[in-house]
């Protein structure tokens, strides 16, 4: 199954519903960063969130950041969404695993642990809206659901979840988001608990071979569906030479002198794909010149 997310109202407009997919997409995150299964797990979570999170933005240039920082082994998470769900992320330490929960489940609040969730929204402003609150579980759904109820004020469901198969590879991945709209009714807050109330974890719909759309129909019931363009998603890092070069640049002029001064020049490695872009000494010292000039 192709990567997507489904979009949809329910009873007359008063609900949203988005549910996806993203299986291929965190299995790219798997091959980039070699992760071991609970980083992994943490990881798909959040760029599911993230994707999710995308269809609530307006236009094209926009984009949403995720930013968890605990006490836990997994040091921090970050993840990236454009408008269309292209989505790239990574975690501080990739290379840690901790026991299983008493559920047998992958224990990602012990990853976590204590600290903050920081959701960062770039709308094209000239300052970016910035949320911060507690993390509530460290079970990334639950934070994200906390999330929307104290900052922006939202009554908000998120459900996320990856499984992985014995050999470390992800099986599958999904998720859905709803969210109750101003003015929505008795009746309709009464639907999203019922709807919620008995379903399948989101792994087991998807293995059974539930689309985004089937899980839609699941937890609504046909109540008054209305459906609408899906969306693609994928793993989409936007790093490149150009943008290294900026970062180089950023340094300021000294500590770009310093490194400049190195025989075997400079290398960078992005953080959301792992890519390698090598600056020889030559180069460097054109980039100061080129600095001074500007």
Do not use: W
């Not at 929960?101 to 910035?130: C, H, M, R, S, W």
Request: net charge negative; glycine share 8%.
């Amino acid at each position: 199954m192709k990567d997507y997310i489904a979009k949809a109202t329910a009873l007359s407009g008063q609900i949203i519903i988005y549910a996806a997919v993203t299986t291929n997409t965190v299995e790219r995150a798997r091959e980039l960063h070699q992760m071991y299964p609970t980083p992994l797990v943490a990881l798909g979570r959040v760029l599911t969130g993230a994707a999710l999170m995308s269809q609530t933005l307006k236009e094209e240039n926009q984009t949403i950041t995720i930013q968890i920082k605990g006490d836990g082994p997994i040091g921090g998470i970050v993840a990236v969404t454009d408008s269309k769900a292209g989505v790239r992320g990574y975690v501080h330490n990739p290379f840690f695993d901790v026991p299983l929960n008493e559920l047998g489940k992958f224990d990602i609040k012990k990853a976590v642990g204590q600290g903050q969730l920081n959701v960062v929204k770039d709308l094209g402003l000239k300052e970016p809206y910035v949320g911060h609150v507690e993390l509530v579980s460290g079970e990334i759904a639950e934070d994200l659901t906390y999330y929307y109820a104290y900052s922006e004020q939202t009554p908000t469901v998120m459900n996320l979840g990856v499984l992985i198969g014995r050999e470390g590879i992800v099986l599958n991945a999904g998720g859905f988001f709803i969210q109750l709209l101003p003015g929505a009714t008795e009746e309709a807050i009464q639907a999203v608990e019922d709807g919620i109330k008995d379903l399948l974890p989101i792994t087991t719909l998807i293995d059974q071979g539930n689309t985004p759309e089937d899980i839609i129909r699941l937890v609504f019931n046909e109540k008054d569906l209305k459906f609408y363009e899906p969306c693609s998603v994928s793993y989409k890092c936007n790093c490149s030479r150009e943008r290294m070069e900026r970062n180089l640049l950023s340094l300021g002029r000294d500590d770009l002198t310093e490194i400049a001064e190195d025989e075997a020049g400079a290398e960078l490695v992005c953080h959301f794909c792992n890519s390698k872009y090598h600056f020889a000494k030559e180069e460097l010292q054109n980039l100061i010149k080129d600095s001074s000039t500007d």
